[in-house]
């Protein structure tokens, strides 16, 4: 199979390529498997070489390289892009971990209590990204609350389609292979210990990633995947493995926040009053619901703590764009100013 092919190009990717970049003598398609520090390796019709990617690509990215094979010209816009508040960034940066990603599985290892705040937070990133968000529920073999574990994720999932697996038993992944179709993105996420490695070692069916021990104690893992990287599963269809994530901090991520808990914006619009901030107000439907245990507590506290954290992210960026506009303001004025002294300088010269 073409290298290219095995990377997830497809006849609509190939149609992209020829609006964006017309000339193929002067651009051809690629794919970046990988990102390090200005450095790509791209899978290209020729095969996959190294080049110099500037900061501007990632994993994931459809690339255009110039004829001579060894140039990044530019890449296509991307269908989606999974990214996250960079952390300890003052600026409140993005950092933008994977693009065009079709399918994004939520992994969660099955021998360990589940995080529901977690969950939640997590599935509203991977709906905010543009990709279909699936559940991938790994170590099933290791769980002593199978059952329990499982039914509970299902009743959190709220629809997002959920998968229970055993990589060393192999269990479950002919369901997982078959949802991810030839020229389409598989990306899991999760944090590190949770088996994504194992996961892809028996997707692929060969020892492609390394894999770690994880601890007894807490179910931490080593960081045996240090950088995000495409993995070809044969037919045209694509895993990204990612680095095991301790927080994931939302970024400009209101459209998956609604997504996740479009049952309690939904009582908003109950409220007696409308600009009712659901704490003591009478006739606060959210307080009602609450109380009539049709709303749980712990996720009304979960919603509420991730709008805080989009509401700030918002301000601070707020803050940044009115300094970066104060700055190129200054930078006018005292163009303006040092253009007028020069003009006067000039006129007395004459």
Not at 68 to 89: C, E, M, N, W
Not at 205 to 222: H, K, L, M, S
């Amino acid at each position: 199979m073409d290298t290219l092919v095995q990377y997830g190009f497809t006849d609509r990717i190939g149609g992209l390529f020829s609006f964006h970049f017309p000339d193929p003598g002067t651009a051809q398609p690629a794919r970046v498997i990988r990102a390090d520090r200005g450095r790509v390796l791209v899978a290209a019709r020729h095969g996959i070489v190294h080049l110099d990617g500037g900061t501007s690509l990632v994993t994931g990215d459809w690339a255009a390289i110039g004829p001579d094979g060894g140039t990044v010209i530019g890449h296509l816009p991307r269908f989606s892009l999974l990214q996250r508040k960079r952390a300890y960034d003052p600026l409140s940066e993005a950092q933008i971990l994977g693009a065009n990603i079709d399918v994004l599985g939520v992994v969660i290892p099955l021998d360990r209590p589940l995080s529901t705040n977690r969950l939640e937070r997590t599935l509203v990133a991977a709906w905010d990204s543009g990709a279909v968000p699936v559940i991938i529920l790994t170590k099933a073999d290791l769980s002593t609350r199978f059952d329990v574990v499982v039914a509970e994720t299902i009743q959190r999932a709220r629809g997002v389609e959920v998968f229970t697996t055993s990589a060393e038993q192999r269990d479950g992944l002919e369901d997982l292979r078959w949802r991810i179709g030839a020229g389409q993105t598989l990306a899991l996420l999760g944090p590190s210990g949770a088996g994504k490695s194992s996961l892809i070692n028996a997707l692929v069916g060969d020892p492609r990633q390394d894999t770690g021990e994880v601890r007894a104690g807490d179910g931490r893992g080593r960081h045996t995947t240090t950088a995000r990287e495409l993995v070809p599963l044969g037919d045209g269809a694509v895993v990204m493995d990612t680095p095991g994530l301790r927080g994931f901090a939302l970024w400009d991520a209101e459209n998956g926040l609604s997504e996740v808990f479009g049952d309690v914006e939904e009582l908003f619009g109950n409220c007696r009053f409308r600009d009712c901030v659901h704490v003591r107000e009478p006739g606060c439907a959210v307080q009602a619901a609450i109380t009539s245990g049709d709303l749980e507590e712990r996720r009304w506290l979960s919603y509420r703590k991730m709008e805080r954290e989009l509401a700030s992210l918002r301000r601070r960026q707020d803050v940044a764009e009115q300094r970066r506009l104060g700055k190129e303001s200054h930078r006018t004025v005292k163009d303006a100013a040092l253009a007028k002294d020069y003009r006067n300088r000039f006129r007395e010269g004459l």
